[in-house]
T-cell receptor, first 112, second 114 residues
Framework: SQELEQSPQSLIVQEGKNLTINCTSS?????LYWYKQKYGEGLIFLMM?????EEKSHEKITAKLDEKKQQSSLHITASQPSHAGIYLC????????????FGQGTILTVHP | EAGVAQSPRYKIIEKRQSVAFWCNPI?????LYWYQQILGQGPKLLIQ????????DSQLPKDRFSAERLKGVDSTLKIQPAKLEDSAVYLC????????????FGQGTRLTVV
């Protein structure tokens, strides 16, 4: 099975600071999702990356997929308390019936 | 478009009791997933259905967990008997086709076993 390793496992930043979360796969990434979760709640889709070198942005969040490194990064610019939560990377599997595997998550705390 | 519906939202049971969770996926979504998320960890896939057939249940503790999706729409996940370590959030997700399409998640059911 494909392993997804996220780093760091937790992150505490001051409001206004930039931050980056990484997701590294043990195998070639065919596609990757980023989700955000508040504990005990469902997951909120952030973005999906499918092509090597692809980069997508939504508001102050930018995600990149580096296929050669089997890695994706999620960057938040000028963080706000509303960005706090658990960020999860999620392997798209690569096949029509691919097994979807999560990273272990990164807990983000933003202090006002 | 209605999202993935799960019920109940919260459940507290004693160990050795039984519990069932229900999931109604988005209309037209053939693939349905059940995940278990223990506090501090990422979600773990328990079972994946394609229509009413099981694609992957390799991480489902089959001695106590069971799941079905009889008509290829709604699904039920059951735990019998529950153990303390089953305390977790159980997430249901669905997608149009598995793999490279976006999966939509329900709000989850938070189970506490005491």
């Amino acid at each position: 099975s494909q392993e997804l390793e996220q780093s760091p496992q937790s992150l505490i930043v001051q409001e206004g600071k930039n931050l980056t979360i990484n997701c590294t796969s043990s195998k070639t990434l065919y596609g990757l999702y980023w989700y955000k979760q508040k504990y005990g709640e469902g997951l909120i889709f952030l973005m999906m990356l499918q092509k090597g070198g692809e980069e997508k942005s939504h508001e102050k969040i930018t995600a990149k997929l580096d296929e050669k490194k089997q890695q994706s990064s999620l960057h938040i610019t000028a963080s706000q308390p509303s960005h706090a939560g658990i960020y999860l990377c999620f392997n798209a599997g690569g096949t029509s019936y691919g097994k979807l595997t999560f990273g272990q998550g990164t807990i983000l705390t933003v202090h006002p | 478009e209605a999202g993935v519906a799960q019920s109940p939202r919260y459940k507290i049971i004693e160990k050795r009791q039984s519990v069932a969770f229900w999931c109604n996926p988005i209309s037209g979504h053939a693939t349905l997933y059940w995940y278990q998320q223990i506090l501090g960890q990422g979600p773990k896939l328990l079972i994946q259905f394609q229509n009413n057939g099981v694609v992957d249940d390799s991480q489902l503790p089959k001695d106590r967990f069971s799941a079905e999706r009889l008509k290829g729409v709604d699904s039920t996940l059951k735990i019998q008997p529950a153990k303390l370590e089953d305390s977790a959030v159980y997430l249901c997700a669905s997608s149009f086709v598995g793999g490279n399409t976006e999966a939509f998640f329900g709000q989850g059911t938070r189970l506490t076993v005491v």
